[in-house]
């Protein structure tokens, strides 16, 4: 497993527990003794991307994510969508087929059976618009 791969993972357990305990996951980083943090450092641009971005990101999946409201959607999917999304929109030098990618792989490993069709599904239409949008 790449080290970004494990990173996004830690991302992802953040993001997942925040979301539940309707916490920051900045706040949840900031207890965390510092040998939890392997990949700390793409982990935190992760997290902290997410979080600077957070309305937009939020907003395109309310958009995007055709027949989901975003509390019916499952939790950990979401949070897969928030990082491949900023991922996408404002990590550079990034492929954006690498982020989809990363993100229906951790989606077939962590989530429902439909999960990851899901995911690549609402990310393949953001790629396609992504010239479009103004951030």
Avoid: C
Avoid at 42 to 52: N, S, T, W
């Amino acid at each position: 497993m790449s080290a970004r791969r494990k990173a996004r993972k830690r991302a992802l357990d953040f993001l997942y527990e925040a979301d539940i305990r309707g916490a920051s996951a900045l706040d949840l980083l900031a207890v965390r003794p510092a040998e939890e943090l392997s990949q700390g450092e793409y982990v935190m641009e992760l997290l902290v991307g997410v979080a600077e971005h957070h309305s937009k990101i939020d907003e395109l999946i309310t958009t995007y994510a055709q027949g989901w409201d975003m509390d019916r959607m499952p939790v950990i999917d979401r949070n897969i969508l928030r990082i491949a999304l900023f991922e996408l929109l404002w990590v550079d030098g990034l492929d954006d087929q690498i982020a989809v990618s990363e993100a229906v792989e951790i989606a077939t490993e962590l989530s429902t059976d439909d999960s990851a069709k899901y995911i690549n599904g609402v990310l393949g239409r953001i790629v396609i618009l992504k010239p479009s949008f103004a951030l």
